[in-house]
């Protein structure tokens, strides 16, 4: 394990969102962190660092960085074009989309007899 303490970890989280997670965009700079990112920052990859939360001592530091990484990913999709943001939010933060379906419970009561009769009807018809 790469990061022996909490210190180490917390550290180095500190490390990348103060520095590594800002992007130039042209003349400006954006804070845009990631789990990639931050996993890239911290020498691992984002499999690891998610294996890191497992652990009792760094399950508060992870959870305060994903959250932190969720929040600037939600505050961009309000500039334009944000599919990326909303893939990342998906696949990342288990972002659902929402779907309604509403049914109608149409049961109705068929005797046997009206049952039966109905099966022959629909096998003279396959007939």
């Known amino acids: 394990m790469k990061y022996k303490t909490l210190e180490e970890l917390q550290?180095?989280?500190?490390?990348?969102?103060?520095?590594?997670?800002?992007?130039?965009m042209g003349e400006h700079e954006m804070f845009a962190p990631t789990m990639s990112g931050l996993a890239y920052s911290l020498g691992m990859c984002r499999k690891t660092l998610l294996n890191y939360s497992?652990?009792?001592e760094f399950?508060?530091?992870?959870?305060?960085?994903?959250?932190?990484?969720?929040?600037?990913l939600e505050q961009r999709?309000?500039?334009?074009?944000?599919?990326?943001?909303?893939?990342n939010l998906k696949n990342n933060f288990d972002w659902k989309d929402k779907q309604e379906v509403e049914t109608k419970d149409?049961?109705?009561?068929?005797?046997?007899?009206?049952l039966n009769a109905k099966i022959v009807e629909l096998m003279e018809k396959l007939k």
């Not at 550290?11 to 130039?24: G, N, P």
């Not at 399950?59 to 600037?72: E, G, Q, S, T, V």
């Open 54 to 56: 497992n652990k009792d």
């Open 106 to 114: 149409v049961t109705q009561e068929i005797s046997d007899e009206d």
């Open 59 to 72: 399950l508060h530091a992870i959870k305060d960085a994903r959250n932190r990484i969720a929040a600037a």
């Open 11 to 24: 550290e180095a989280i500190d490390k990348y969102f103060k520095e590594d997670a800002m992007i130039k």
């Open 77 to 87: 999709l309000y500039f334009s074009n944000p599919t990326g943001v909303i893939f």
